[in-house]
């Protein structure tokens, strides 16, 4: 499975940004497929996470009211949309794809990565 992660960018505080995560190769519909951050000179952290069927979801606390994940499984893509966002959202964003049951946040489980997108939020 190769992943294409794209949307990011430059946005004001406030603003909204919607990542895709395209799946090429082999399909992601019985994939979880999660979206993880990494920020400089810190880990790499969990973001949102959405089940094969796009009814199983989780969230890091910090995002919960404000991101959307979502997925179109006709077109093997999982979406991030990222509303409200703030300057401490800035990083790099990741998806990756698990052969699970249910949405995990541990990164070590995913088994496919895309290359990543830069969000940046200024003040």
């Known amino acids: 499975v190769q992943l294409q992660a794209s949307g990011g960018g430059l946005v004001q505080a406030g603003g909204s940004l919607r990542l895709s995560c395209a799946a090429s190769g082999r399909t992601v519909n019985n994939y979880i497929v999660g979206w993880f951050r990494q920020a400089p000179g810190k880990d790499r952290e969990f973001v949102a996470a959405i089940g094969w069927s796009g009814s199983s979801i989780i969230y890091e606390d910090s995002v919960k009211g404000r991101f959307t994940i979502s997925r179109d499984n006709a077109k093997n893509t999982v979406y991030l949309q990222m509303n409200s966002l703030k300057p401490e959202d800035t990083a790099v964003y990741y998806c990756?794809?698990?052969?699970?049951?249910?949405?995990?946040?541990?990164?070590?489980?995913?088994?496919?990565w895309g290359q990543g997108t830069q969000v940046t939020v200024s003040s």
């Open positions: 990756g794809a698990d052969l699970a049951i249910v949405p995990r946040t541990t990164i070590s489980s995913y088994d496919y």
